[in-house]
């Protein structure tokens, strides 16, 4: 399957680890593709960066805004200007491995009727270190029909859309990216489209998703909350998804909303952030529930800030969810998978 391919890559501020993320797209074995480079108004050296990188290559072109308009606001910039028939998206901090846009290209050859193709995205720390892959846990590559491709994606799962490629016609079908619904917006556009069309997936590592203390991951409040929520209420009043699988996925989606809040409870507890714990312990209680493990959280976080020991005890036992989950990604990864994300990432 052929076809021009537009990736996009939102940038502010980040002209070295752009010129590494623009790198891996201009060496894809697939030739038929171009780069959008949408500055958010970084003044720096970002445009200089994109000259020297395209070294004249008329597939990268360079837009600088007047003004910041937004990190969410750039991503929409950029998609509501795709004429090509696929288009992917790139942050500025990650990469993607040479062979990216030929795999997902063969997995639309395997299923023409799909609105997008994801490979796998190892998350990894700045050095290439992986820490998590989350097609590492589906239970087979291949074609998911609707809705099954959706709830194969709850529970923190779904395809990091740093290697999905998507056909040009999800835009007239599905939409564009919903700004109000805020950081979850790529897993709401991922859902979108998975709920009601044909997906394909490839565990094939194709791309690395770096995190860093700069990441959005890294410091999430209970401001991203509201975002899953909207997820939610637009499920629930989306009839073009059979009631019993409607039920199913807003039922779901409420369950993930309450693990992500305890997911920041204790992340803001580790890195000491008790304002943002408290506050995480306070929205399950009053708003999300249930009111009972809102309620435990809060005694939870009494006891942390107040006795050292039991935070000591948590960053522990956080340490090790988080080394096994690592270990688990670095067993399922080849070594020569590994040695192309660190090739890439020291590009």
């Known amino acids: 399957m052929s076809g021009t391919i537009t990736t996009v890559i939102p940038t502010f501020r980040r002209p070295a680890l752009l010129r590494r993320a623009l790198r891996s797209v201009m060496c894809q074995t697939y030739p038929d593709f171009r780069v959008c480079v949408y500055d958010n108004a970084s003044g720096d050296d970002t445009e200089s960066v994109v000259a020297q990188t395209a070294a004249g290559d008329r597939r990268v072109v360079y837009f600088r805004h007047q003004h910041n308009i937004g990190g969410a606001a750039n991503f929409l910039f950029g998609m509501r200007r795709i004429e090509t028939p696929y288009f992917s998206f790139l942050s500025d901090d990650d990469v993607v491995l040479p062979h990216f846009f030929e795999v997902a290209l063969a997995g639309f050859t395997r299923r023409p009727d799909a609105l997008m193709s994801a490979a796998s995205t190892v998350e990894v720390a700045p050095d290439g270190a992986p820490r998590f892959v989350p097609l590492a846990l589906w239970e087979r590559d291949g074609a998911y029909e609707p ?168 960053q522990g036992v956080e340490s090790a969810r988080l080394a096994r989950r690592a270990r688990r990604g670095g067993v399922t990864l080849a070594p020569e998978a590994l040695s192309e994300i660190r090739e890439a990432l020291s590009a």
């Not at 809705?147 to 016609?169: C, K, Q, S, V, Y």
């Not at 009601?196 to 590592?205: A, H, L, N, Y």
């Not at 992340?267 to 809102?294: H, I, N, Q």
């Not at 005694?299 to 005890?313: E, K």
């Open 147 to 314: 809705p099954a491709g959706a709830f194969a994606m709850l529970d923190n799962r779904h395809p990091t859309w740093t290697t999905i490629l998507f056909r040009r016609e999800a835009l007239d079908l599905v939409g564009y990216l919903d700004e109000t619904v805020g950081a979850p917006s790529d897993l709401d556009y991922e859902l979108r489209i998975a709920a009601r069309f044909p997906i394909v997936v490839s565990s094939r590592p194709c791309g690395a998703y770096v995190s860093h203390a700069g990441s959005g991951s890294a410091s999430e409040t209970v401001a991203v909350i509201p975002g899953f929520a909207r997820i939610g209420a637009n499920f629930a009043a989306d009839t073009r998804i059979a009631p019993r699988a409607r039920a199913l996925l807003v039922r779901r989606l409420g369950r993930q909303l309450r693990a992500k809040l305890l997911e920041i409870w204790v992340k803001s507890l580790v890195r000491g952030d008790d304002g943002a714990a408290k506050e995480a312990a306070t929205a399950m209680r009053d708003r999300y529930g249930p009111w009972m493990g809102g309620a435990m959280l809060s005694v939870g976080w009494q006891a942390c800030t107040r006795i050292r020991l039991f935070r000591r005890l948590l």
